[in-house]
């Protein structure tokens, strides 16, 4: 057997996964042997002709390149969304400080809801929530929000409970966000129901940071202690 033959032998012993390996381990490597890139051919993702390995890494540099972008202007969307949010709140804060009107609090606090957030319904009761949803007993709907007191987001609450919740606008909302009203104990004091005509406006899978600090901030002025 000749010497190249041997030398063949040998090669075809090396798998993919330890040439692999070695690259990851040595990524140097074709710095120090640029003659090898002009040989290096690897099939086109479309199948069309080859293209070499710098031309390949030069693509998947553009495409990791293009995904850093899109994440950096999602980043950009929420941090202009958040600071709209805060100004909101403190706008919201700073109206319930200067209310003179205790008795049109409620109602004036609905409406400026409703206009702020462009809501289909707004809605708050103040007294016995537990028994404004009585009937939904069996659902958990009111396990969570009346039981647990916590947040209860869903686009597909029922046409019932959305008539008893938002009267005469409940046909206009597909979204709705029921929020607990909390007293200095923790429990469900009075409700607030937030209503949105887009699906995804409240969804059981977005966070509810924002509307807890929501919920905090008007039960300090409608719950009595």
């Known amino acids: 057997m000749s010497q190249d033959q041997n030398s063949a032998e040998k090669i075809t012993k090396v798998t993919?996964?330890?040439?692999?390996?070695?690259?990851r381990v040595n990524p140097e490597f074709f710095e120090n042997n640029l003659d090898l890139l002009s040989e290096i051919q690897i099939p086109h993702i479309s199948g069309e002709g080859t293209t070499s390995l710098i031309e390949r890494q030069v693509k998947v540099l553009r495409d990791q390149n293009e995904v850093l972008k899109d994440q950096l202007k999602t980043f950009a969307v929420l941090a202009v969304e958040n600071e709209d949010l805060w100004v909101r709140f403190k706008d919201l804060a700073i109206m319930l400080l200067n209310h003179a009107d205790q008795h049109a609090?409620?109602?004036?606090?609905?409406?400026?809801?409703?206009?702020?957030?462009?809501?289909?319904?707004?809605?708050?009761?103040?007294?016995?929530?537990?028994?404004?949803?009585?009937?939904?007993?069996?659902?958990?709907?009111?396990?969570?929000?009346i039981e647990k007191a916590e947040i209860h987001c869903n686009s597909s609450f029922s046409t019932a409970l959305l008539k008893v919740l938002f009267d005469q606008d409940a046909a206009k909302v597909n979204s709705c966000a029921l929020i607990p009203l909390k007293n200095t104990s923790g429990g469900c004091r009075a409700l607030m129901a937030l209503g949105s005509e887009n699906t995804e406006r409240f969804t059981s899978a977005q966070s509810t940071s924002y509307l807890d600090c929501l919920s905090e901030l008007i039960s300090k002025v409608l719950v009595p202690d």
């Open 16 to 23: 993919g996964e330890q040439v692999a390996e070695f690259l």
């Open 105 to 145: 609090l409620k109602s004036d606090i609905e409406v400026w809801l409703k206009k702020q957030f462009n809501l289909s319904g707004v809605m708050i009761n103040l007294t016995e929530p537990a028994k404004l949803l009585e009937k939904f007993k069996a659902e958990p709907v009111y396990h969570i929000v």
